[in-house]
Structures are given as C-alpha cells and as structure tokens.
C-alpha cells in the first residue's frame, strides 16, 4: 500500500504517530512508527502483540485493525481514527463526565470486554480512560492492546511481571499475578471513577504515593478507591460489583451490562451495548461518509451515493478530522497536513500540543507496503501515559517516567 505522511500528532519514547492518508483510497488513518534498530526489545514486544491480538479482534467497540508493515527500518502501524480523544482527557476537561454520560461510555466498554473476554479469549489488560477513545458522536472504543494476552496460548507461558498502570491494576495484578477476565472488570471500575470524577482513581492519597508504595496499597493494603459522595445509589453498587478485592466476587462484564446503572434510561441512551449483535461501527474515516452522525435522523428510504458522492463526503471527514485553523477552504483545496489542528494519542503515546508538535514530513514523501499482504498496521488509537505519577509496568520491569509519552 502506498501512503502519505502528514503531521506528527503524537510522540513517545521510542517512536512517533503521524496522521496519513491511502493514497490510492484516500482513506485517513494514524500511523505509529517504531525504529527496529533502536528501541527496546520490550517495546518492540508490545507492539507485536498488539498486531497478533488485534489481528484476530472484530467488534464495534474495539479499535480496528487496518494491517502492517515496514518503512525502512521502522515498523508501521496504521490505525482507525476516531476524533473524539481519549475518555481520560474529556472526563479530566469537564472534572468529570457526570453519571448519564460515564454511563454511555462504560457501556461500551463492558461490551468491548465481554466479547474478549466471552468470545475471543483475550485479557485487555490495561483498562483506562487513556484507553478508551470516543468518536465525537457518542461512540466509544477500547484500544491498546499491549498489555493484553491470550486465555489459552498464553497459560502455558511463564510469569511476565505485571504489566498495566499502577492506579487502576487489580490487587492480585499489583501482587504479581498474571491479568484475568476478573482484573479486567477491577480496572473498569477503577475508569468508572475517573470518567465519572475527573481524576485517576486513588486520587485520595493526594498524589503523594510513590509508584512502589501505591503497588503495595493496591495488592496488600485492604481497601479499595474511595467512592465519592454525590454518586447514586445505582452507580456506587455498580462500582461495588467491580471492585471487590477477591476477584471470585467480582461481577463479569456480561452481569455488569445487565446492572441497573449501565441500562439504558432512555431511547436516546440505548445503543445496542448490552444486546449480542450491536450495530455496526465505521472503520475508517472513508466508512464514515457513509454514516449518519451529524444528524439524528436516519432516513432510510434515502437514494445510495455514487462513488464519487461518496468520496467527495469522505474527504470532507478527512478535512474535519485534520482542519487547518485558517478557516474556510476553497472547493478542491487539499489538506495542509503540516498545520492540522487535530491532536491524536496512540497507544501509550500522548497527544501534542499543536505549538509543540515536531516537524512534518512533506505529503509528497510516499510510503510504500507493496509485498506486505495486509494493508498497513493496527487499529488502536489511543491510550497515553498521564504525567507525573500514571506510570505503567510491562516487560517485568517498573519504568518511571515523569513526562507524557512513556511507552511502558
């Protein structure tokens, strides 16, 4: 597949995310790229499980997978865009979504973990708001399969050391077990209480905790995140079902859908969530041309586009995702990928500062996967390590890293 580099919208410790478009669909995807000659074999590890879980995933409430392959010497990972953000950030912008908005949010999640957990076999294994994005008209997404690994395959592997973020890792996680279904519904608990108060959970300890004294609270201490006050009756049992410290006490994802907190109160809330066959989500900013989410209505008995109908409307979505700030462009204008003003985090990258995002590499400067056999890289978008004290643990090691962008 042959692409064009646009602007870096997202840097970590050992690679960077650009924003790209196919050139012969015009379809826009994020692209994560990793030097193989010079970063770490743990990070590389990551992302190659990453690629062979996501390759087997299919739901609507999981980032998609859009293939690999390699430039040069980097790997390259082609995601879906979703223009909405990380949950973390939305939730941390209002100091909280409130309880109808988590609950929409939450929802989708408990969906995207019943079908790993029911139907695909796979522990998520860092479940977080960084890891949730939203797509701007409602939907939400989990990404970051880094952490994540196979009920079955991976049984028989020995102990790999913890791996996930600290403030939201089940106790018998931060006690050095290996992650589960039950650890995956701790950490759903733990993002309720960041959507739903705009800070990360344990935020009681006032940030004074270091990473190691938190592991040892979270594994041995006998407690659990502190509930605020003002949250219903409903949305403190639902956090009670999740995080319960005998995981063999903890609700699944498939009883927590049918809790009172995550049914829909409304016909505006009800998404299909909770039912076995959701609706199906676009994959890409092309599929969205197809989509009705800048309107409420859906008219069904409206005439089907041409092609050509279909790919001015898509790259209408393109120019919404990666909008210059110069204002209105003239018909046909092409993108300035080099002044977007969308911001983006994939995997455990965070968003930059349009002011502070480094140089682009010029859209003439092609890439090219011929040979490959898959069209680019992954589908997940999303999850960035928080400054200061979010630090997370794979590979078996304790990282500490005080700025945004820490891989692991």
Known sequence: MEWLRGKCIGKGAFGTVHLAVDRTTDRAFAVKSVDAGTAPAAALA????????LRRLSSPYVVAYLGDGATGKTRDLHMELLPGGTAADAAA?????????????????????RYLHDDAGVVHGDVKGRNVLLDGVGGAKLADFGAARM????????????????????????????????????????????????????????????????????????????????????????????????????????????????????????????????????RAVLDWAMSDSDSE????????????????????????????SKGPRASGEKLDWG??????????????????????????????????GTAGWPASSAASAEAGRDHQVGGGLLRVHDRPGSFY
């Not at 912008?93 to 973990?113: P, Y």
């Not at 480094?358 to 890439?367: F, H, I, K, L, R």
Request: charged share 25%; hydrophobic share 35%.
């Open 339 to 372: 002044t977007s003003s969308a911001t983006w985090a994939a995997d455990t990258w965070g968003p930059l500062p349009i002011s502070d995002a480094p140089g682009t590499v010029p859209p003439s400067a092609s890439n090219s996967d011929a040979g490959n």
């Open 46 to 53: 990551c992302l190659e499980t990453e690629i062979s879980i």
């Open 297 to 324: 209505a859906v008219d069904d008995e409206s005439e089907p586009e041409d092609d050509e109908g279909v790919m001015a409307r898509a790259k209408g979505r393109v120019a919404e995702l990666a909008a210059s």
């Open 93 to 113: 912008r209002g100091h909280g979504l409130g309880e109808r908005a988590a609950r929409g949010v939450l929802r989708r999640v408990a969906a995207a973990l």
């Open 151 to 282: 009920l079955v395959s991976d049984a028989a592997l020995p102990p790999r050391g913890p791996r996930g973020t600290p403030a939201w890792m089940a106790p018998e996680v931060a006690r050095g077990g290996a992650a589960t279904p039950e650890s995956d519904v701790w950490s759903l608990g733990c993002t309720a209480l960041e959507l739903l108060t705009g800070q990360r959970p344990w935020s009681e300890l006032g940030g004074a905790a270091e990473v190691g004294e938190l592991l040892f609270l979270v594994g041995f201490g006998g407690t659990r995140p502190a509930f605020p006050a003002s949250l219903s009756d409903a949305c403190r049992d639902f956090l009670d079902k999740c995080l319960r410290r005998d995981a063999g006490q903890r609700w699944t994802c498939d009883q927590l859908l049918r809790h009172p907190f995550l049914l829909p109160v409304s016909s505006d809330d009800d998404d299909g969530a909770g039912e076995p066959s959701p609706r199906p989500s676009p």
